[in-house]
C-alpha cells in the first residue's frame, strides 16, 4: 500500500451562515458582472425581488440531498469520442451529455459520481478524509490526516468564529447587484420546473457585443433557495444552451448512511495520501482576518499574482499568463506546473477560493489514461506565433512565447490583446 505526503492545505472557519457549495457557484457565475433589474410574480410562487432572491440564495443553510445531475455540452469543440480517456473521466464534460449522481447530508458527508458507459469515477468526502476511485483504473485514493491532525481538526472546527466585520449576505448581495448592473441586464423571469420543483428564474443578458455569452439563466428552488439549474447560451445560439447543468431528478432529504460510507471495492488498489494539518502558527497566519468587507468595483484594485495580467472589463476580460512552458506542462514535467503562477487568496470570497482548491488540489490525484498532447493538438488549431482553442463560450490562445491568453471573447479579441 503506497502512502503518499502532500503538502498541508489551508484550514478555514465557517461563517455564521452557511452557503452552500452550489449557491457559491451559481451566484458567482450570475453576479460576477451583472444585477438583478426586474422583479416578477410567477404563476404560484410569491412574487420575489432580486434582492430578496440573492439574499435568500446566500442565507440558505445547506441542504441534505440525493438526485440526478445531468451536464450537456455544446461547446463546438472537435469530436472527443475517439479519445482515449479512462471511461467515466472528467475530459468527458468537454462534450455531450454526462450524468452524475450526487448525494450530501449538508454537513460534512458528500459523494459525487460521474457515471460513463460502462464505468465510473467517484468522489467521497467525509469530514478530514475523502476517497476517489476509478473503475478503469480500479484504483482508490485515500486522502487522510493523522489521527492526531483529524483531531485537532474537529476541535478547531468547534471553537472556529467567523470575523466580526464579515460582510452579512444582504450586503454582498446588495455590492454585486450595483457592480453588476455596469455590464449587464438581469430579470427575474416567469416560474419554471426542475425535476418537479418550482424555481425561479434569474436571467443574465451582458452588454458587450463582442462577448461569446449571450445569456445566463439560474433556476433557483422556491422553497430552498437551492440552485437547481444553470444554463448559459452562447452569443450565436439563442436557441439551445452551449453549457446546461441541473438536476433532472432530486430528494431534499438525508441520504442512506450505507451511500455516504466508503467501502474500496474488492480487489482495488488502495493508495495512502497523507494530509498534514499546518501547526498553529501557520493556520494563524493563513486566518481569513484580512477579507475584504466589500467587493472592488476596479478590476485593478485586485492583486493578482506574478506572471498574470488582466485587459478589458465585465464580459470581455481577458486573462493572460506568462512564462507558461505548454510542452513541458504536456509532457507531464512537475517543474512546469511549479513555475506555473499560483493564484492565492486572489478570488474575493472564501467559497470560490474553497471550491478552486477542490477542483486543484494539491499533491497526488489518480491517473488519467489520456495522451494530453494528442488532446492538446485536437482541440486547438494552429494561427500565428501559436495555437487557438476556439469555443462557443470560450477562447484560449497559446503563444510559442510562452503566453497564454483566455478569455470569453473571440480568438481574434485574444489576439489583438497579444499584439497590444
Known amino acids: 500500500m503506497d502512502t503518499t505526503p502532500v503538502s498541508p492545505t489551508r484550514s478555514r472557519t465557517r461563517a455564521a451562515w452557511a452557503v452552500p457549495a452550489a449557491a457559491v457557484v451559481a451566484v458567482a457565475a450570475a453576479f460576477a458582472a451583472p444585477p ?3 422583479s416578477a410574480a410567477p404563476d404560484g410562487l410569491p412574487e420575489v425581488t432580486a434582492e430578496e432572491l440573492v439574499a435568500r440564495v446566500l442565507e440558505a443553510e445547506p441542504q441534505a440531498l440525493s438526485g440526478t445531475v445531468v451536464h450537456t455540452a455544446r461547446l463546438g469543440l472537435p469530436d472527443l469520442s475517439m479519445t482515449q480517456v479512462a471511461g467515466a473521466d472528467p475530459v468527458s464534460l468537454l462534450g455531450g451529455s454526462t450524468t452524475l449522481r450526487v448525494w450530501t447530508d449538508g454537513e460534512q458527508r458528500s459523494r459525487v459520481s460521474l457515471l460513463g458507459t460502462a464505468s465510473e469515477y467517484s468522489v ?7 476517497w476517489t476511485y476509478s473503475s478503469s483504473d480500479d484504483e482508490v485514493v485515500h486522502y487522510a490526516m493523522s489521527p492526531q491532525d483529524a483531531a485537532r481538526a474537529q476541535e478547531l472546527k468547534a471553537t472556529a468564529t467567523p470575523p466580526a466585520d464579515l460582510p452579512t449576505p444582504d450586503e454582498l448581495g446588495r455590492q454585486a447587484l ?8 438581469v430579470g427575474v423571469d416567469a416560474a419554471t420546473t426542475v425535476a418537479g420543483r418550482d424555481a425561479y428564474q434569474v436571467v443574465v443578458t451582458p452588454r458587450s457585443t463582442t462577448t461569446l455569452v449571450g445569456r445566463v439563466v439560474v433556476a433557483v428552488d ?5 440552485p437547481l439549474r444553470v444554463q448559459v447560451w452562447s452569443s450565436d445560439d439563442a436557441a439551445t444552451p452551449a453549457l446546461e447543468l441541473g438536476f433532472t431528478d432530486v430528494t431534499f432529504a438525508v441520504p442512506d448512511d450505507a451511500v455516504l460510507t466508503f467501502s474500496p471495492p474488492p480487489g482495488a488498489a488502495v493508495r495512502e495520501v497523507l494530509v498534514p494539518l499546518p501547526d498553529d502558527a501557520s493556520l494563524a497566519q493563513a486566518a481569513p482576518d484580512d477579507l475584504p468587507t466589500s467587493l472592488p468595483t476596479d478590476p485593478s484594485e485586485v492583486p493578482l499574482p506574478e506572471g498574470v495580467t488582466v485587459t478589458g472589463t465585465g464580459w470581455d476580460t481577458i486573462v493572460q499568463l506568462s512564462g507558461v512552458d505548454a510542452a513541458a506542462l504536456l509532457a507531464g514535467d512537475p517543474a512546469a506546473v511549479a513555475d506555473l503562477p499560483r493564484v ?10 474553497e471550491l478552486y482548491e477542490q477542483f486543484a488540489p494539491e499533491g497526488d490525484g489518480p491517473p488519467i489514461d489520456l495522451d494530453t498532447a494528442a488532446l492538446y493538438e485536437q482541440l486547438t488549431s494552429p494561427v500565428e506565433g501559436g495555437r487557438a482553442l476556439s469555443s462557443t463560450l470560450l477562447s484560449v490562445l497559446v503563444l510559442d512565447d ?7 471573447v473571440p480568438v481574434d479579441a485574444l489576439r489583438a490583446a497579444a499584439r497590444a
Open 36 to 38: 438583478l433589474l426586474a
Open 178 to 185: 450595483d457592480r453588476a448592473q455596469e455590464h449587464a441586464t
Open 124 to 130: 467521497v468526502a467525509d469530514g478530514t478524509q475523502a
Open 344 to 353: 492565492d487568496k486572489q478570488f474575493g470570497s472564501e467559497g470560490a477560493q
Open 402 to 408: 510562452g503566453r497564454v491568453l483566455v478569455g470569453a
Open 222 to 226: 422556491a422553497q430552498t433557495w437551492t
